[in-house]
C-alpha cells in the first residue's frame, strides 16, 4: 500500500456540447489505439475524480486533446474556468503549432492563465496511415518549427514530445541543441509496433536518456498492448526506469484514452506492484515528487 500522494501528470478531458475537438467530434478516424468510439463522449472533471478516486491522486497535468485547432487558448481559457472552480488541473499543457510565424502571440495567450505550463505538438510519423500524425518525417529538425521552439525557453515553458521510437535520434539532437529547454517524453516513447520491436524501441530511448534535459512519462503503454497484462507491462517499465532513471520518470494514467484498455485502478496498482521493491523514496519520486518538479506544481 502506498502512503504517499499521486500526482497524475498526463490526463484529458473534453466537453464535446460545448467545444469542437475534430478527432472526437467528427467522426471514429484510424488511430494507433484502435477503436475509440467507447471515449467519445463527454469527459469531464467529475468523471476523472470519479475514475481516480481510490488513488490518492492530490494533484494533476491535463494534456492537449485535439481541441479546434483554429482557437488553441481556448482550451487553456477553459480548462483554467475548471480548476478555478474544481481545484483541478494543477497543470496545463496546451497547443501550438511552433511552425505558426504568429506562435509568438498564441504562446502569449496560453500565458494569460496560472496554470498554463508547458506545449505538447504531436509529432508522431509513422509509415502506417492509422498510425502518423504528420504527412511527413523531421519537422522538429526544420527551421520555421525551431524558430518557435526557441521562445519556449526564454517564457520558461516545457514541451511535451510525443513521438515513436524511430524519431528518437531527431528527437535528441533537438534535447542536444535546446539544453535549456525542459522536454518531457510522452507515453514512454509511444511503442505500439509490437514486442517484435522491444529491442530498437529500447535502443531508441538510450539514445533519448543521454540528453538530461529530456524526462519520461510512463504511461500509455495500453495503446499498443491493448490487452496488457502486469507481465508485458513490465519491460517497458522497467527499461524505462533503467535508461532516464529514477530522478527523470513519473508515472500517469492518459485517462481517458487508455480507459479504452484498463480502469484507473487497474493502471496504477501494475505500477505499484511492478515498482514494489522500489526504495519508497524512488517510488514518492515515480509517483508523485518528479511531477511535482517538472511541472513546476
Known amino acids: 500500500m502506498i502512503d504517499f500522494p499521486i500526482i497524475d501528470p498526463h490526463?484529458?478531458?473534453?466537453d464535446l456540447e460545448n467545444h469542437y475537438y475534430p478527432w472526437l467530434s467528427d467522426g471514429v478516424k484510424p488511430a494507433a489505439?484502435?477503436?475509440?468510439?467507447?471515449?467519445?463522449?463527454?469527459?469531464?472533471?467529475?468523471?476523472?475524480l470519479a475514475?481516480?478516486?481510490?488513488?490518492?491522486?492530490?494533484?494533476?497535468?491535463?494534456?492537449?486533446?485535439g481541441f479546434d485547432p483554429k482557437d488553441p487558448v481556448g482550451e487553456t481559457k477553459w480548462l483554467q474556468g475548471v480548476a478555478d472552480k474544481h481545484g483541478f488541473?494543477?497543470?496545463?499543457?496546451?497547443?501550438?503549432n511552433l511552425a505558426q510565424p504568429n506562435v509568438g502571440d498564441v504562446l502569449d495567450g496560453h500565458l494569460a492563465y496560472p496554470n498554463f505550463r508547458g506545449i505538447r505538438q504531436s509529432?508522431?510519423?509513422?509509415?502506417?496511415?492509422?498510425?502518423?500524425?504528420?504527412d511527413r518525417p523531421g519537422v522538429c529538425?526544420?527551421?520555421?518549427?525551431?524558430?518557435?521552439f526557441a521562445l519556449l525557453r526564454d517564457l520558461g515553458l516545457s514541451f511535451d514530445m510525443q513521438i515513436y521510437y524511430p524519431q528518437m535520434q531527431e528527437a535528441y539532437e533537438l534535447a542536444?541543441?535546446?539544453?535549456?529547454?525542459?522536454i518531457i517524453l510522452n507515453h514512454t516513447g509511444m511503442q505500439v509496433d509490437g514486442p517484435g520491436h522491444f529491442e530498437a524501441w529500447k535502443a531508441g530511448m538510450t539514445l533519448l536518456a543521454q540528453a538530461p534535459n529530456v524526462a519520461c512519462k510512463i504511461s500509455g503503454l495500453g495503446m499498443g498492448d491493448w490487452s496488457w497484462t502486469v507481465d508485458s507491462f513490465r519491460?517497458?517499465?522497467?527499461?524505462?526506469?533503467?535508461?532516464?532513471?529514477?530522478?527523470?520518470?513519473?508515472?500517469?494514467?492518459?485517462?481517458?484514452?487508455?480507459?479504452?484498455?484498463?480502469?484507473?485502478?487497474?493502471?496504477?496498482?501494475?505500477?505499484?506492484e511492478i515498482t514494489s521493491r522500489f526504495s519508497a523514496d524512488e517510488r514518492r519520486k515515480l509517483f508523485h515528487d518528479n511531477a511535482a518538479r517538472f511541472y513546476r506544481l
Request: charged share 25%.
Open 11 to 14: 490526463h484529458h478531458l473534453y
Open 33 to 48: 489505439f484502435g477503436d475509440y468510439a467507447a471515449i467519445c463522449r463527454s469527459y469531464l472533471i467529475e468523471d476523472f
Open 51 to 65: 475514475d481516480c478516486k481510490n488513488q490518492n491522486v492530490v494533484k494533476s497535468v491535463h494534456l492537449d486533446v
Open 89 to 96: 488541473p494543477h497543470g496545463i499543457v496546451g497547443y501550438a
Open 123 to 134: 509529432l508522431n510519423y509513422h509509415p502506417d496511415p492509422a498510425k502518423t500524425y504528420l
Open 141 to 148: 529538425r526544420e527551421t520555421e518549427w525551431r524558430r518557435g
Open 176 to 182: 542536444r541543441d535546446f539544453p535549456d529547454t525542459q
Open 235 to 272: 519491460p517497458y517499465v522497467l527499461s524505462a526506469i533503467e535508461v532516464f532513471g529514477v530522478e527523470r520518470c513519473m508515472f500517469a494514467s492518459n485517462f481517458p484514452v487508455d480507459k479504452l484498455f484498463s480502469s484507473y485502478d487497474k493502471l496504477f496498482d501494475a505500477f505499484k
